[in-house]
């Protein structure tokens, strides 16, 4: 069982960064991490994931170039490091853990979800 809990969510306006934790219980280099956002009234949808080891990534074409993924699996904590923030960013950013493997962007491929953390991006 792994319980993640995610901070660093927050109000910002358009252009600026926020970086977004996931803080996990369990050992975390024993799964693939992921992130993903919804926004109200909007399908949860894919951002970024990271391999077990941090060396592959892949991200969803809406936010490459903008967002960056990346982990420390000492602290078992995963990190998502927004720049260039939109208004169409503004959801609640979701953490994930699925096995190891080939990376996935389908939630249904991940096992463990947190609460959330709202971000909300001002024009």
């Known amino acids: 069982q792994v319980q993640l809990v995610e901070s660093g969510g927050g109000l910002v306006q358009a252009g600026g960064t926020l970086r977004l934790s996931c803080a996990a219980s369990g050992r975390t280099f024993l799964y693939t991490m992921g992130w993903f956002r919804q926004a109200p009234g909007q399908e949860r949808e894919f951002v970024a994931t990271?391999?077990?080891?941090?060396?592959?990534?892949l991200y969803s074409d809406s936010v490459k170039g903008r967002f960056t993924i990346s982990r420390d699996n000492a602290k078992n904590t995963v990190y998502l490091q927004m720049n260039s923030l939109k208004p169409e960013d503004t959801a609640v950013y979701y953490c994930?853990?699925?096995?190891?493997?080939?990376?996935?962007?389908?939630?249904?491929?991940?096992?463990?979800w947190g609460q959330g953390t709202q971000v909300t991006v001002s024009s």
């Open positions: 990271i391999g077990w080891s941090g060396i592959s990534t």
């Open positions: 994930a853990a699925g096995p190891r493997g080939p990376l996935r962007s389908a939630s249904s491929d991940y096992v463990y």
